[in-house]
């Protein structure tokens, strides 16, 4: 499978690298496309292995457990969106727009960041992360995990997110705080639009253009600081 942009993975959350042989890149797509299928609870090596035509022990090879399979997922996720992010604002001078291409970034709403013939399904990714990131941090062990660096690449976008907003307003005090609440609104709000509709305003039409505009609506007209309270009316189909 060839992830088209190499990213660097920790090494601690893989006992062998599963970029480097086809057994493993086998284990990358098939284990992505299965734990966007089935969700985390029913997913497990044995029922991978069989997917793939191999044995479980040699899953466990590469990993020493679907929690760690979840975390490379995690990981490599938030390095593509960095990259992303870095990539289609470096060019952009004004704060605002690039507040606008930031949130278009975090919900994959940006132009040229899906490709059709892409062997890596970001859809399923962006899926993955929706419905189970809370997963890998929402355990006992997240200290000891932090500690490893696992959820630097997460805390590094958040960062240059939280950058872009001191930049359209540099007396704003919560710009990291902020920068988390976007994130993690989003992915919310696209869950709640899907499976808990009475928890948004958009479990009715579902449209994912309604929740960029209250992304925005958060972003540029927080009651807490300095950013305008009206909003223009845009589409943000790409």
């Given at each position: 499978m060839a992830w088209e942009i190499q990213v660097k993975v920790n090494e601690k959350l893989y006992l062998?690298?599963?970029?480097?042989?086809?057994?493993?890149?086998?284990?990358?797509?098939?284990?992505?496309?299965?734990?966007?299928?089935?969700?985390?609870?029913?997913f497990t090596f044995k029922k991978l292995a069989k997917s793939i035509g191999t044995n479980e022990s040699s899953v466990y090879r590469y990993f020493e457990s679907k929690h760690r399979l979840l975390l490379y997922f995690f990981e490599w996720y938030w390095r593509w969106m960095e990259y992303q992010l870095e990539f289609h604002t470096h060019n952009v001078d004004d704060s605002e727009k690039k507040i606008e291409i930031a949130l278009k970034v975090l919900t994959l709403k940006q132009e040229h960041m899906i490709f059709a013939d892409e062997e890596v399904d970001k859809l399923a990714l962006h899926r993955i992360v929706i419905k189970e990131a809370s997963k890998t941090y929402l355990t006992h062990h997240v200290n000891e995990d932090n500690e490893k660096q696992f959820f630097k690449p997460y805390k590094d976008f958040n960062g240059k997110l939280?950058?872009?907003?001191?930049?359209?307003?540099?007396?704003?005090?919560?710009?990291?705080?902020l920068s988390s609440t976007l994130i993690e609104m989003s992915h919310y709000q696209y869950f709640f639009m899907h499976h808990l509709p009475s928890l948004t305003d958009f479990g009715t039409t579902k449209d994912?253009?309604?929740?960029?505009?209250?992304?925005?609506d958060l972003a540029f007209s927080s009651k807490t600081g300095p950013f305008v309270s009206v909003m223009p009316d845009k589409s943000f189909n790409s």
């Amino acid at each position: 499978m060839a992830w088209e942009i190499q990213v660097k993975v920790n090494e601690k959350l893989y006992l062998r690298n599963p970029e480097l042989s086809d057994l493993g890149r086998k284990i990358l797509s098939a284990g992505a496309k299965m734990i966007d299928a089935m969700g985390l609870e029913e997913f497990t090596f044995k029922k991978l292995a069989k997917s793939i035509g191999t044995n479980e022990s040699s899953v466990y090879r590469y990993f020493e457990s679907k929690h760690r399979l979840l975390l490379y997922f995690f990981e490599w996720y938030w390095r593509w969106m960095e990259y992303q992010l870095e990539f289609h604002t470096h060019n952009v001078d004004d704060s605002e727009k690039k507040i606008e291409i930031a949130l278009k970034v975090l919900t994959l709403k940006q132009e040229h960041m899906i490709f059709a013939d892409e062997e890596v399904d970001k859809l399923a990714l962006h899926r993955i992360v929706i419905k189970e990131a809370s997963k890998t941090y929402l355990t006992h062990h997240v200290n000891e995990d932090n500690e490893k660096q696992f959820f630097k690449p997460y805390k590094d976008f958040n960062g240059k997110l939280a950058q872009i907003i001191k930049s359209y307003s540099p007396h704003y005090k919560y710009a990291r705080s902020l920068s988390s609440t976007l994130i993690e609104m989003s992915h919310y709000q696209y869950f709640f639009m899907h499976h808990l509709p009475s928890l948004t305003d958009f479990g009715t039409t579902k449209d994912e253009n309604e929740m960029m505009q209250f992304l925005l609506d958060l972003a540029f007209s927080s009651k807490t600081g300095p950013f305008v309270s009206v909003m223009p009316d845009k589409s943000f189909n790409s």
